[in-house]
Every structure is written in C-alpha cells, then in structure tokens.
C-alpha cells in the first residue's frame, strides 16, 4: 500500500502560521478526506485556497476561465481564469504554501503548469513551498513523445508528453534554475514501477473528462485527437477511451487499428452520440480504446498510429485545428504527418527526445 505525500506530512510534520493550499477535491488521504478537512483536523490554519482549471470542486468545464470564488469564509483564488500563478496580494501573509494535486503524468493536462506558476510565483516572494507527492498514474520508468518546444499552459517547459515524474520530481526538475525554498514530502513505499492501480490508493476524477486511472495511459495518445476535427470521446461516459466522427466507418477503422498488434492493446467499432464538444447530438463512429496489458501500452505512439490510420482511410476529411501544435507543443510532429513521414520514423524521433530526457530528469528523482 502506497502512502500519499499528505498521508506522511500529517503523520510526522506541521507548520505554523498562514497556510496557503494549491489542491482540489480530489486529492485525499487513504481514510478519504480532503486536504483541506485532514489539515483542519490537524489543527493547521488554511488561510487561502488556490485551484487549478476546473475549479477547487472539479465542476468547471474544459479551458473555463473560473472566477474567484468562497469556500464559507476562506477565499478560493482561481488559477485559471483571470490570471494563472497567484498573485502577491493573494500570497501576501502566508507563512507557507502547500501544493497537493493529483496530475496524470501527460504534459498537456495543465496542473503541472499550475504547480509551475506557483512555485514561481512564491519564488519571487522567498514563500517556502512543501509538495506533497502524490503517484505519477502511468509511472516512472517510460517517457514518451517529443520535447516541448512551443511553452503554454499545456507544455510549460521542455519535457516529453509522458513525462515519467511524480508531480514533486516534476517540480524538483524545475526548481534547478528556479532556486525557490521548496520542499517535497516524498510518498511511502512508491516505486517507478508501480501504476495507479497497483498503489492501493483511490482514484478521484481529477477533472470531468479522467474517469479512470487507467484513461491516463491513453490519454498520451488520444489526446492528440482534440487537435483534430474528429471528436476525442468529451460529451460521452467514455473521453479518451473512444474516438469518432461522423464521416468515419466503425468496422473499417477497428479493423486497421487491430491489424498493427499494438502492444497492450485493443480496439472495438463503437458508436456514440456526444452530448457536448465536437458533433455534440451527431452520431458519431469511431473505436473503443481496450487496455489488454497496462504494462505494455505506450500511449503516446498508439496516438501517432491513430492519426495516421485516420489519415490514411479518411484523407483530407480528417483535418489538424489550430490546437494541434499547442498540444504537441512543437510544429515537428504536424508537420512530420503532412509530409507522410512513416510511423516508424516519427516515433524513432520522438522516442529518443524522451529517453534523452528520462537520463537526464534522474538528477530529480526521488524514487526508485
């Protein structure tokens, strides 16, 4: 059983004074309370909340500019909404600033930019930072996907798409030049092995669209699919685990997509009908993503052969919008699919960014 960075910070440490807390609802301890109700329980003083997109509750919509908001008479600073790090007034008077968020381990979900922009923000005001580390849910030991090269909320420095960090290894990595006062409260009996589902630990939504722990290891890939005009699953029960579109044949797509023998995985004509986003109330056909072997999925390559599959049965009927580059976080890999670069030369590419950068990042690592 795999203890969270909180579940050892409330069994061995405490701090005094004005308590900032960057987190949201779905960070708990084993027992199931929120950070927020265990540190009060602790008799530590929250001063001021601070949430990341979709909002301390997880109830905001993707990309929502949430406005400030109140929990009783604690004040709920949003970052993502008018503005993205906290700002001084916001900080002024804490004595520390906490940071416990549940991120998947995919560099285009914007809480590792959040973390980023508030330890900067703390930075400039000598504010001692503590994280407490929660599981990267795809683990530690694979990196996949070209580094970053266009930086935005969702690449906020060079890393890969898969990035094989724990949100405190992330943020240690970044701290190199940074030089803030931060602090990491490393997890219990966490290893770079295990996956979400194998820490004994449960899975909250960290937002409406990540159901599952296991969507994490999809979503590496599947999420390039926003950056098309084929709908990524968002207005269904299933984003992320299913893919579609009007113009697209079911039976023919699942066919392609099985004939490549992907390692860990399988795929299944499905038809759905989004309630929201991309097609919403259209019926759309696609496939259903199946997870065979955890172990073996390498997401973000499964999303290359996805787009490529795409490309090669629909043509100019399957389109790039201008998301695309923002999430890849380069114009290499749009332009590497136009030009009909072979799946194989692009993921080579792209797999050795990542491997450069696993090496490299063990400077920051805290677990084995």
């Given at each position: 059983?795999?203890?969270?960075?909180?579940?050892?910070?409330?069994?061995?440490?405490?701090?005094?004074?004005?308590?900032?807390?960057?987190?949201?609802?779905?960070?708990?301890?084993?027992?199931?309370?929120?950070?927020?109700?265990?540190?009060?329980?602790?008799?530590?003083?929250?001063?001021?909340?601070?949430?990341?997109?979709?909002?301390?509750?997880?109830?905001?919509?993707?990309?929502?500019?949430?406005?400030?908001?109140?929990?009783?008479?604690?004040?709920?600073?949003?970052?993502?909404?008018?503005?993205?790090?906290?700002?001084?007034?916001?900080?002024?008077?804490?004595?520390?600033?906490?940071?416990?968020?549940?991120?998947?381990?995919?560099?285009?979900?914007?809480?590792?930019?959040?973390?980023?922009?508030?330890?900067?923000?703390?930075?400039?005001?000598?504010?001692?930072?503590?994280?407490?580390?929660?599981?990267?849910?795809?683990?530690?030991?694979?990196?996949?996907?070209?580094?970053?090269?266009?930086?935005?909320?969702?690449?906020?420095?060079?890393?890969?798409?898969?990035y094989g960090l724990t949100i405190g290894e992330a943020l240690r990595w970044i701290n190199?030049?940074?030089?803030a006062d931060l602090r990491v409260i490393p997890l219990r009996d966490w290893r770079r092995?295990?996956?979400?589902?194998?820490?004994?630990?449960?899975?909250?939504?960290?937002?409406?669209?990540?159901?599952?722990?296991?969507?994490?290891?999809?979503?590496?890939?599947?999420?390039?699919?926003?950056?098309?005009?084929?709908?990524?699953?968002?207005?269904?029960?299933?984003?992320?685990?299913?893919?579609?579109?009007?113009?697209?044949?079911?039976?023919?797509?699942?066919?392609?997509?099985?004939?490549?023998?992907?390692?860990?995985?399988?795929?299944?004509?499905?038809?759905?009908?989004?309630?929201?986003?991309?097609?919403?109330?259209?019926?759309?056909?696609?496939?259903?993503?199946?997870?065979?072997?955890?172990?073996?999925?390498?997401?973000?390559?499964?999303?290359?052969?996805?787009?490529?599959?795409?490309?090669?049965?629909?043509?100019?009927?399957?389109?790039?919008?201008?998301?695309?580059?923002?999430?890849?976080?380069?114009?290499?890999?749009?332009?590497?699919?136009?030009?009909?670069?072979?799946?194989?030369?692009?993921?080579?590419?792209?797999?050795?960014?990542?491997?450069?950068?696993?090496?490299?990042?063990?400077?920051?690592?805290?677990?084995?």
């Amino acid at each position: 059983m795999t203890d969270s960075g909180l579940d050892v910070f409330l069994a061995a440490q405490r701090v005094r004074g004005r308590v900032g807390l960057l987190t949201n609802v779905a960070s708990l301890t084993t027992e199931g309370r929120t950070v927020l109700d265990a540190l009060r329980g602790a008799r530590i003083e929250v001063s001021a909340l601070f949430a990341s997109e979709y909002g301390y509750f997880g109830l905001g919509g993707t990309g929502q500019r949430m406005a400030d908001d109140r929990l009783g008479a604690l004040p709920i600073h949003s970052l993502y909404g008018e503005r993205f790090a906290p700002t001084p007034a916001a900080l002024h008077g804490l004595s520390v600033m906490l940071i416990d968020l549940q991120d998947t381990g995919t560099r285009w979900y914007t809480y590792l930019a959040t973390a980023q922009h508030t330890l900067t923000a703390c930075a400039a005001l000598d504010l001692p930072v503590i994280v407490l580390d929660r599981p990267n849910p795809q683990g530690g030991e694979i990196a996949e996907g070209p580094l970053a090269d266009i930086f935005t909320v969702v690449a906020p420095f060079a890393i890969p798409v898969r990035y094989g960090l724990t949100i405190g290894e992330a943020l240690r990595w970044i701290n190199r030049d940074l030089k803030a006062d931060l602090r990491v409260i490393p997890l219990r009996d966490w290893r770079r092995a295990l996956l979400f589902g194998e820490t004994g630990l449960r899975w909250v939504s960290p937002s409406p669209n990540m159901p599952h722990a296991k969507t994490t290891l999809l979503y590496s890939g599947t999420g390039l699919i926003e950056g098309t005009n084929v709908s990524e699953g968002r207005g269904t029960t299933l984003p992320f685990e299913q893919i579609g579109a009007p113009f697209i044949h079911a039976e023919s797509l699942s066919a392609y997509m099985n004939e490549l023998e992907l390692p860990g995985l399988s795929f299944a004509p499905a038809w759905f009908r989004p309630t929201l986003g991309k097609f919403a109330g259209e019926r759309c056909e696609g496939v259903r993503l199946y997870i065979t072997d955890t172990r073996l999925v390498r997401g973000f390559n499964m999303g290359v052969h996805l787009l490529m599959a795409l490309r090669a049965l629909y043509g100019k009927e399957v389109t790039f919008n201008h998301v695309f580059d923002n999430l890849a976080a380069t114009v290499r890999l749009r332009e590497a699919i136009e030009r009909g670069d072979s799946v194989a030369h692009i993921t080579d590419w792209c797999d050795a960014e990542a491997r450069a950068f696993h090496q490299a990042s063990q400077a920051s690592w805290l677990y084995e």
